[in-house]
């Protein structure tokens, strides 16, 4: 029973955050978490990888960089004898429809990234965000590559031949980057959202004669990637947009789609850029070394782990390479910008089941 108990408590973190598993009408069985779909990556190869996160994520709570009520202290190598089947997913095309997911128990739990989190927790008393994470602290150099690889970075996404597309944002980012008005933005646009702003509808400058550029919108991570009730695309990606916008002297336009739509939106011709990709933090600046510099990197970034550590971040390029970590939500094909915005993903589940979870710790293991 104690061992049941376990691991009905313990944090299972996903290929992308954490998330919480509780029994079901079938004791043995595990209802799935959800999670946002990739566009170039499968449910059953997110489980495959959730094996090493979850040790890595037991090892991120034991060093005080995790905080939650509903995770109890383990030994983080009990995690790595589970398998792929302890950690059912389900991948959902749109925000609304995982929320309701969860709402009806179709799903016990889904992962999203903090400032989504924050923005739809405080929309919605019924929804908990369980998890946080210390991402600002004095760390050990593993546990800052462990958040490094939690973290994603969001970019923009073009075909292959627009390259001269994505070196124009490219340079507009950089430039955003280097004078603090990408920081302003997400300060005024996403920081402020949360704590109960409105989201804004920014409209960008026309210049005539000049290019159209279409962006593919979500509406699926509010307040980053707004779109209101009525369809009005509004908040951070109106911003950004419109400054890359007159940054570059294109007009824009927006059009709306499902996550999972947006490559096809980009391959149909539909729109000319993506707003958002999912690369992790750490990608930008490893993808294009060659196995000598990525070597070299390595050693520098683990001279100071531990075997175990070691052992532990072998074991996810193993499962997990770095191509194919930060090619998960980018098709062949395809190319991105620099990221504009990093995040960590954090686990939400209903108020019910958290005062619940609280309640069951209090009884067993206090």
């Given at each position: 029973?104690?061992k049941?108990m376990?691991?009905?408590?313990l944090?299972l973190?996903?290929c992308f955050?954490m998330?919480?598993?509780t ?9 799935p ?9 499968s ?8 094996v090493?996160w ?17 995770i109890?202290p383990a030994?983080?190598s ?15 095309d749109?925000?609304d ?16 990234y903090?400032c ?5 927790c405080?929309?919605n008393?019924q ?13 050990s150099a593993f ?11 969001f ?11 994505r070196?124009?944002f490219?340079?507009?980012?950089a ?12 300060d005024?646009?996403?920081n402020?959202?949360i704590?109960?702003?409105?989201p ?9 004669g000049?290019?159209?550029?279409t962006?593919a ?6 307040p ?22 007159r940054?570059?002297?294109?007009n ?17 011709g539909?729109?000319?850029v ?17 196995d ?10 683990e001279?100071?782990?531990t ?19 930060y090619?998960?939500d ?20 209903t108020?019910e089941?958290f ?7 209090k009884?067993?293991?206090?």
């Open positions: 029973m104690k049941r376990i691991s009905l408590l944090t973190v996903m955050g998330t919480c598993v029994a079901s009408a079938d004791e043995n069985a595990i209802p978490a959800g999670v946002l779909s990739f566009l170039n990556y449910e059953d190869e997110f489980a495959e990888a959730s090493i979850n040790y890595l994520g037991i090892t991120l709570f034991n060093n005080g960089c995790v905080f939650s009520d509903v109890v030994d983080p009990s995690a790595l004898a589970a398998t792929a089947a302890d950690y059912p997913v389900k991948f959902y749109s925000l429809s995982m929320v309701m997911g969860l709402l009806s128990g179709e799903i016990i739990s889904f992962d999203i903090s989504v989190a924050k923005y739809i405080a929309q008393d929804l908990v965000n369980y998890i946080t994470y210390d991402t600002t602290g004095k760390h546990v800052d590559e462990v958040l490094s690889r939690f973290s994603n970075g970019s923009f996404m073009m075909l292959e031949s627009r390259a001269d597309l070196d124009e490219n340079q507009a980012i430039a955003m980057k280097a004078d603090g008005t990408l920081d302003r933005l997400i005024e646009h996403i402020q959202v704590e109960g702003k409105t804004e509808v920014i409209k960008p400058d026309h210049f005539d000049a290019d159209t550029i962006v919108v979500t509406g699926c991570l509010p980053m990637d707004y779109v209101a009730p009525d369809g009005t695309v509004a908040g951070f990606n109106t911003a950004i947009l419109a400054e890359i916008g940054r570059i002297g294109k824009i336009n927006y059009t709306q789609v499902d996550s999972n739509g947006r490559a096809m939106a980009l391959s149909s539909t729109v000319d993506v707003f958002w990709v999912r690369g992790i933090a750490t990608g930008s600046k490893t993808i294009n070394m060659t000598e510099e990525f070597a070299a990197y390595k050693e520098e970034m001279k100071d782990f075997p175990e550590e070691k052992e532990a971040i072998a074991r996810l390029d193993e499962i997990l390479p770095r191509v194919r970590e090619s998960r980018i098709p062949e094909g395809t190319i991105i910008t620099e990221p504009y915005y990093t995040d960590i993903p954090v686990g939400v589940m108020k089941l005062d619940m979870y609280v309640q069951m710790i009884e067993k293991y206090q």
